[in-house]
């Protein structure tokens, strides 16, 4: 059901914009507390780890206990406003422009549009598209995810408000360098892998085995998020250290601040003060929630792709007029 299938001509553009807006939305819901997690174990400058006292967070547990101590049980879904207009927009034009690409591949080369290396650079491509069109939300859910008690953005109106008028336009695309040259080769590994996965599955499971078909997707999605995620983990975290440059001032009660000067001031400093590990920090959070988002991400889509289908196919279309 993902990419275009010239034999099953089923799911329009549009509605593959609506799936995967309705995708991301539900998943979203389910991720948020390990993407706070992420972000903030990114952001410290500190080693994570109990023997380092001047750490805010240690471990996931720790760190579970410390925001849940301080901030509260919504402290988890920080930004879930400006998440959740991330994962519904982006999806929507992922998804749509992945089965445009993929249909125009079949159209105009002599490429299989089914083929795990097609997926790779469509799965790029359409995730390159939707991180332009959704950065200025990213930057916007990193800096509420980002900041502790008391907040400096009560709310998202105040946010854009005051982050226009204090750093100007361009802080809504701050760490976009890092994060399109880490999300072509995340999500194409995410398509590719997928692909991959669901071929071997065919040839694992029977084919009348139809029962497990939606578990299947949540574990071909899962596996392909981890694999991916843990290939491309470095730039993810130097986009959100970018990210929250001119807020070090909210971060004060975390830690220490860093100042950076662009992609390659950042790496530097990330390697001179924190070392290669540095790169690494909350990867455990990341995996988790690459494993759980990118397998339900691809599990929803399948399901409201396959739920579009039925409603168009002919035996519901008699029912109706029945």
Known sequence: MVGYD?????????????????????????????????????LQIEQLSSRNPAAKYHGILQAVQCIFREEGLTAFWKGHVPAQLLSVGFGAVQFMAFESLTKLVHNVTSFNARDSLVHLVCGGLAACT??????????????????GEPKIYPNLRHAVMTMYQTEGPQTFYRGLTPTLIAIFPYAGLQFFFYNILQQFSKWVIPAEAKGGASIKNLVCGSCAGVVSKSLTYPLDLV??????????????????????GGLLDCMRQIMQ?????????GLSPS????????????????????????????????KKAG
């Open 6 to 42: 010239p034999e099953a001509k089923c799911v329009s553009t549009a509605e593959a914009a609506a799936a995967g807006s309705a995708s991301g939305l539900v998943t979203r819901v389910f991720v948020s507390p390990l993407d706070v997690l992420k972000i903030r174990f990114q």
């Open 130 to 147: 939707a991180t332009v069109a959704v950065q200025p939300v990213d930057t916007l859910r990193t800096r509420f995810a980002a900041q």
């Open 239 to 260: 986009k959100k250290r970018l990210q929250v440059g001119g807020f070090e001032h909210a971060r004060a009660a975390f830690g220490q601040v860093r100042t950076y």
């Open 273 to 281: 003060e924190e070392g290669p590990g540095g790169f690494f920090k």
């Open 287 to 318: 995996l988790l929630k690459a494993g759980f988002s990118t397998g339900l991400i691809f599990f929803w889509y399948e399901l409201f792709c396959g739920l579009l289908c039925a409603l168009k196919s002919p035996e519901s279309t008699k």
